[in-house]
């Protein structure tokens, strides 16, 4: 079966457990309870940490950015050694963090862009002096 076992032998009706989960009026707590217990659920603070210390899918990944003055946007950017131009800018926005402290601090410009029928994060990391990609959408 898989990595869906758990998933399609699961069987809801536990002895002594009414199958209605909403049984509080007020709360939707019963619900969160028995998805917590549920085997396939697993939470990002238990996914293996990937090669670079970040859990999960996410990676930051340094990337090569053709900027366009007269738009203020990103004209193109090289992944893996393809070159991807931007069909359009779907949004920008700023990210400041932590600005206090110069060791934790995170000073970003981010885009969400179009590019080759895909949709791709960007940010220039202002601190670093850098681009990055950030996400891929899917």
């Known amino acids: 079966m898989g990595r869906n076992r758990a998933i399609k032998v699961f069987d809801p009706r536990i002895t002594g457990k009414p ?7 007020d709360t ?13 659920i697993v939470r ?8 670079s210390g970040v859990a999960g899918k996410q ?12 738009r203020a946007a990103p ?11 931007v069909d359009a800018i779907v949004q920008s926005w700023a990210v400041e963090r932590s600005w206090w402290d110069p ?7 981010c ?3 179009l590019a080759r029928g895909g949709l791709y994060d960007l940010a220039y990391d202002r601190a670093a002096d850098r681009w990055l ?6």
């Open 19 to 25: 199958l209605d989960l909403f049984t509080a009026a």
């Open 28 to 40: 939707r707590l019963p619900v969160i309870v028995e998805l917590l217990q549920s085997p396939w």
């Open 44 to 51: 990002a603070s238990e996914m293996a940490a990937a090669t």
């Open 59 to 70: 990676r930051e990944r340094d990337i090569e950015v053709v900027w366009d003055g007269l």
């Open 75 to 85: 004209r193109s950017f090289t992944l893996d050694g393809r070159r991807y131009p």
């Open 103 to 109: 060791r934790r601090r995170l000073s970003r410009r």
């Open 111 to 113: 885009f969400r862009v």
């Open 133 to 138: 990609l950030v996400g891929i959408v899917d």
